[in-house]
């Protein structure tokens, strides 16, 4: 029963439900600007490069081979294309380079609301420094 109690408070603690709800909002954040990228920044962008679609932009390493014969009639198998498909990932950059400023605007906003703490008080002599303070004094006298 112990365990249980203490994964109860372990999970109800305020931080580790602002991360879950963190998380589910940033899932959800990424997938708005996936969106938001997909159809009307790279539309703009293509149309801006004389309508290159990023999705098809790519590297072919090895070009895709139907299934054929050979000479001897035996079925030769499909090769398929192998390709650096470097177009996603440009959209993919893109994509993060959205998120990570919105999440540093967050942050920042964040921050400025934040009050300023003041700094602490400094500490008063510790005994040691009271004894000795003490010391010096009679030896004064």
Do not use: C, H, Q, W
């Amino acid at each position: 029963m112990g365990m249980m109690k203490e994964f109860k408070e372990f999970a109800m603690r305020g931080s580790l439900v602002d991360t879950a709800v963190a998380f589910v909002m940033g899932a959800a954040f990424g997938k708005v600007v996936s969106g938001f990228v997909d159809g009307l920044v790279m539309p703009l962008i293509g149309k801006l490069t004389s309508g290159v679609d990023f999705k098809d932009m790519k590297y072919v390493l090895t070009e895709k081979v139907a299934a054929t014969t050979d000479a001897t009639g035996a079925a030769v198998a499909e090769v398929p294309e192998v390709a650096i498909k470097y177009g996603a990932f440009i959209t993919t950059v893109i994509d993060f380079t959205i998120v990570a400023f919105a999440v540093f605007m967050v942050i920042k906003a964040i921050n400025k609301m934040k009050k300023a703490e003041p700094p602490p008080a400094p500490a008063g002599p510790t005994n040691e420094e009271k004894l000795l303070m003490e010391i010096r004094d009679a030896l004064k006298k």
